[in-house]
């Protein structure tokens, strides 16, 4: 991811303004997956203050506030960080695809990225295995920017 990210670091708008929504569940996770994601846009000349976090309940609550945002116009892209542990039924599964679903919507429905880092796993390992998706995620809102702008002007 490295090496992208510097192949797309000069088309980096500085005025860009990256929401990120992030669950509150499994909090000491997030705020990692939270801090990866910043510190990425930072470095990639968004400035802090550009930056706005929105912590929510739930994953489930992500694609409402996300929509929400998207709707005030108040941010050029979403980026949606979560974490769902499979328990013994199925309703985590019906929360992920509903996130995915949501996410997907406001994506199309705004034209402005929201990247999907809503890990779905079996146990918390798996997503603590996973933690520099925030990172991951803001390469990929500034890459889907970037490619927009190119195509739009």
Request: hydrophobic share 40%; charged share 25%.
């Amino acid at each position: 991811m490295k090496t992208e990210h510097k192949a797309f670091k000069s088309n980096v708008d500085p005025s860009w303004r990256i929401g990120i929504v992030a669950s509150e569940y499994y909090s000491e996770q997030m705020d990692t997956l939270i801090k990866g994601a910043l510190d990425e846009l930072q470095k990639a000349g968004i400035p802090k203050e550009n930056c706005s976090v929105h912590r929510v309940s739930g994953s489930f609550e992500i694609p409402l506030i996300g929509s929400e945002l998207a709707d005030s116009k108040s941010i050029d892209a979403l980026i949606g960080l979560g974490i769902i542990v499979e328990g013994e039924t199925h309703h985590a599964s019906l929360i992920a695809q509903q996130v995915c679903r949501g996410i997907m919507d406001i994506q199309c429905k705004y034209r402005i990225p929201f990247a999907f880092e809503i890990l779905y796993v079996d146990a918390i390992r798996q997503a603590e295995e996973r933690l520099d998706r925030g990172k991951e995620a803001a390469a990929t809102v500034l890459h889907s920017l970037a490619k927009l702008r190119s195509i739009r002007s």
